[in-house]
């Protein structure tokens, strides 16, 4: 049988998703869980791969098991074999032919600034603090070259393994909640460091530094060495994954670290 689960993390403490040797991942400490709860070694795979201090509150992944479990039990058996920072929101069976990253149809980052003069020692962990005002409304506007489907050779890290820099970006939304800058983007999948690339750029425009016709330049310029310094890791949390609704999966959780 194959299980999904909904999972949420805090990626302060780890290298990332991915496993990888001698390093603490989310992805190791969750495997481990399910392991423990299915009575046999499990591979997980997920929706979304996170860099290392990046966070998640809609993180999906797929299981196959030969183990009996309710949706209960796969969901606090798993937390009470998890420390902390990591928690199974929920767990449903699925079909056979469902896939944590390859049944997606869009994923959903949000990119929080802490924008205050002074630093915050709550919000730390969760945001990158900018210490000078940001325009919003600047920011709003130069990130609308960027909808719809470009080649995003300008916003993709130099050690990105992905085939093709082309992505379907669906939407871009900046707000400000008090003292905290919201960036939420929407495509249908991302390349390693867009998120944050992007995050960078619009910061570098909102804190006045470029003009709102520069986005447009370095997106058609493709050349990555034009951009803005890549945006903080803590950051960027993935928010949710949307699938098909015949998978009758539930919805985004809500828990996003800040309002």
């Known amino acids: 049988m194959r299980w999904a689960l909904g999972v949420e993390y805090d990626g302060t403490q780890y290298c990332g998703w991915q496993a990888q040797p001698a390093l603490r991942s989310v992805e190791g400490d969750l495997t481990l869980a399910i392991s423990l709860v299915a009575d046999h070694e499990v591979e997980l795979v997920c929706g979304g791969r996170t860099d290392s201090g990046v966070h998640a509150s809609g993180q999906v992944v797929h299981f196959d098991t030969t183990s009996r479990r309710s949706m209960h039990a796969w969901t606090m058996g798993a937390n009470a074999n998890l420390g902390p920072h990591v928690s199974v929101a929920w767990a449903r069976p699925v079909a056979d032919h469902f896939h ?104 570098s425009v909102g804190r006045g530094e470029r003009s709102v016709t520069h986005v447009a330049d370095i997106l058609a310029s493709r050349d990555r060495r034009r951009n803005a310094a890549t945006a903080p890791a803590e950051g960027l949390c993935l928010v949710a994954i949307d699938y098909p609704l015949a998978f009758r999966l539930p919805g985004r959780s809500g828990i996003i670290g800040h309002p």
């Open 100 to 203: 944590a990253r390859y049944s997606a149809l869009r994923r959903h980052y949000r990119y929080t600034i802490f924008n205050r003069r002074a630093r915050s020692a709550l919000a730390a962990a969760r945001s990158a603090w900018i210490g000078v005002p940001l325009d919003i409304e600047t920011m709003q506007a130069a990130a609308r070259p960027l909808i719809g489907e470009h080649d995003f050779s300008a916003f993709r890290a130099a050690e990105c393994q992905s085939n093709s820099p082309v992505r379907r970006l669906d939407s871009i939304v900046v707000t400000r909640h008090e003292h905290f800058v919201h960036v939420d983007v929407t495509a249908n999948a991302f390349l390693h460091h867009m998120v944050r690339n992007i995050a960078g750029l619009l910061i």
